[in-house]
Nanobody
Framework: QVQLIESGGRLVLPGGSLRLSCAAS????????MGWFRQAPGRGREFIAT????????YYADSAKGRFTISRDNTKNTVYLQMNSLKPEDTAVYYC???????????????WGTGTLVTVSL
């Protein structure tokens, strides 16, 4: 069973940057396409970014394009989300997820972390 653990969430000022990490264990990391999703209070889970098994293809939500970058290091079993130019509306719990195929849908992911809170505020 794959386990995913996110880290890096914290309070950050608007315009600031943050890098989230997600460490995987219990499986073969390169068997998984990985993604980042987020959920703000009172809202559904929202797709942010996804990356294929070897980091060759990435896809982003419109809200993330130009500001966020997803990457992975298969030697460290870790996927990252670099977030720049953060806005208050980016405040949410951020989840990493993994699945067998590249997808932007939460329903297509098989494994989930427990989330890390990002708060963008003065």
């Amino acid at each position: 069973q794959v386990q995913l653990i996110e880290s890096g969430g914290r309070l950050v000022l608007p315009g600031g940057s943050l890098r989230l990490s997600c460490a995987a264990s219990g499986g073969t990391f390169s068997d998984l396409a990985m993604g980042w999703f987020r959920q703000a209070p009172g809202r559904g889970r929202e797709f942010i970014a996804t990356i294929d098994h070897y980091g060759r293809r990435t896809y982003y939500a419109d809200s993330a394009k130009g500001r966020f970058t997803i990457s992975r290091d298969n030697t460290k079993n870790t996927v990252y989300l670099q977030m720049n130019s953060l806005k208050p509306e980016d405040t949410a719990v951020y989840y990493c997820a993994g699945g067998g195929v590249v997808t932007t849908s939460p329903d297509g992911m098989d494994f989930w972390g427990t989330g890390t809170l990002v708060t963008v505020s003065l």
